[in-house]
């Protein structure tokens, strides 16, 4: 094999990397026609590939390597990240709620995006273990004084995380006390095989608490949470009710998430909800 052809090969496995980890795995027919070259080659590249450790083979295809993540980024970190698609999802997830009803939301950038949809819903019983989100509707008191209709904040208490999330034995035992209509929960990752992770072991347990006080759950996520798994998983896919989207994520994720949950919601791109998510609606239904 001459260096130009070694050459070309490099190239070739840079671009199927590249197909593989933005959309999520492809099929080797798909890369043949994609790089016009045969289904023996592409299946060559795919093995060097797998050999590395830099994706993984499946049946007619292959798909990214996916990694246990126990690093957790700060709030601060976060916040900067996928700005506009955290504003879509809040706006989108806001109008789920109905005015009056207890509701929780755990920590992260796009609950606390959330939070601030929130403020013109009356009579709200507000749970969470964030401290930016408390954060919120206590400025917003202070500012306007307390008028009618203002949210109702219980704060859980327990130890901080880097994320602003209060977590730990406290936390637990006051979310296992209370039940609530509806969590919104941001997650560090999601994954059809290890459901919702966080990197933080205290979290995951708090987290699990939450879910399982909640009447409904709605996740909150960005498209590029996707694929994501942390350290320690904390509930299936099943266990949620809606998932919160942006427009970013790929088709196969959809059909996935179509298939296992009762309700996607794609913020800024399809029709937003009009109304309150309705428990009694049909199962795997989808604004996407």
Not at 264 to 277: Q, S
Request: avoid cysteine; charge should be negative; proline fraction near 3%.
């Amino acid at each position: 094999m001459s260096e130009n052809q070694n050459l070309l090969a490099e190239q070739r496995r840079a671009l199927i990397l590249d197909e593989v980890r933005r959309r999520g795995g492809v099929r080797v027919n798909e890369l043949t026609r994609k790089l016009g070259v045969s289904d023996m080659t592409v299946r060559r590249d795919l093995d060097a590939l797998a050999r590395q450790g830099v994706l993984e083979k499946v049946h007619g295809g292959a798909v990214p390597v996916v990694e246990a993540s126990s690093h957790e980024p700060g709030f601060e970190a976060k916040s900067g990240l996928e700005l506009s698609a955290k504003e879509d999802i809040a706006r989108a997830a806001a109008r789920l709620v109905t005015p009056g009803t207890a509701i929780a939301l755990s920590g992260g950038t796009t609950t606390y995006a959330l939070a601030q949809h929130l403020l013109e819903v009356p009579d709200l019983t507000v749970v969470t273990n964030s401290v930016r989100v408390a954060d919120v509707f206590h400025a917003a008191q202070r500012a306007t004084g307390q008028r009618q209709g203002a949210a109702t904040v219980v704060l859980t208490g327990g130890v901080r995380t880097p994320s602003d999330s209060l977590v730990g034995p406290v936390a637990d035992r006051a979310i296992a006390a209370l039940h609530f209509d509806l969590l919104f929960l941001g997650v560090h990752g999601i994954s059809a095989e290890a459901g919702l992770s966080t990197p933080n072991l205290a979290e995951a347990e708090t987290n699990r608490r939450l879910v399982q006080s909640a009447r409904r759950v709605v996740v909150v996520a960005d498209h590029t949470k996707w694929g994501t798994v942390g350290l320690s998983s904390f509930a299936a896919l099943e266990q949620v009710d809606t998932l919160v989207t942006d427009a970013g994520l790929p088709a196969e994720a959809r059909a996935e998430v179509s298939e296992r949950l009762r309700r996607l919601v794609v913020a800024g791109e399809t029709d937003e909800p009009d109304e309150p998510d309705d428990e009694e609606e049909g199962t795997a239904g989808t604004d996407a």
